[in-house]
């Protein structure tokens, strides 16, 4: 099964910015309502932000503000730009189907000095 591929996560200082990048498979993606999601370990994978098919988005309180998630129907991919990060912010980011989903790889995004 050809599972989503996430991109862009690295290692930022306190208050840096990172852009995520998500392509998802299959050609069903313009109907999807999709979402991005991060998890640290020992701790539940938590929604952060999610799109509609039609662009209408919402965030955790954790981010709003901060976060920005978009989508390119074209490209069957979902972005999240993240910035003004906080150590708080250091996870696995997934991208994903809501509201559930199978998983990726993930990628890592580390916040600190």
């Known amino acids: 099964q050809v599972q989503q591929v996430e991109s862009g996560g690295g290692l930022v200082q306190p208050g840096g910015s990172l852009s995520l990048s998500c392509q998802f498979p299959?050609?069903?993606?313009?109907?999807?309502?999709m979402g991005w999601y991060r998890q640290t370990p020992g701790k539940q994978r938590d929604l952060v932000a999610r799109?509609?098919?039609?662009?209408?988005?919402n965030y955790a309180d954790s981010v709003k503000g901060r976060f920005a998630i978009s989508r390119d129907n074209a490209k069957n991919t979902v972005y999240l730009q993240m910035n003004s990060l906080k150590p708080e912010d250091t996870a696995v980011y997934y991208c994903?189907?809501?509201?559930?989903?199978?998983w990726g790889q993930g990628t890592q995004v580390t916040v600190s000095s």
């Open positions: 994903g189907t809501y509201p559930s989903s199978s």
């Open positions: 299959g050609k069903m993606f313009i109907f999807l309502h």
């Open positions: 799109i509609t098919p039609d662009g209408n988005t």
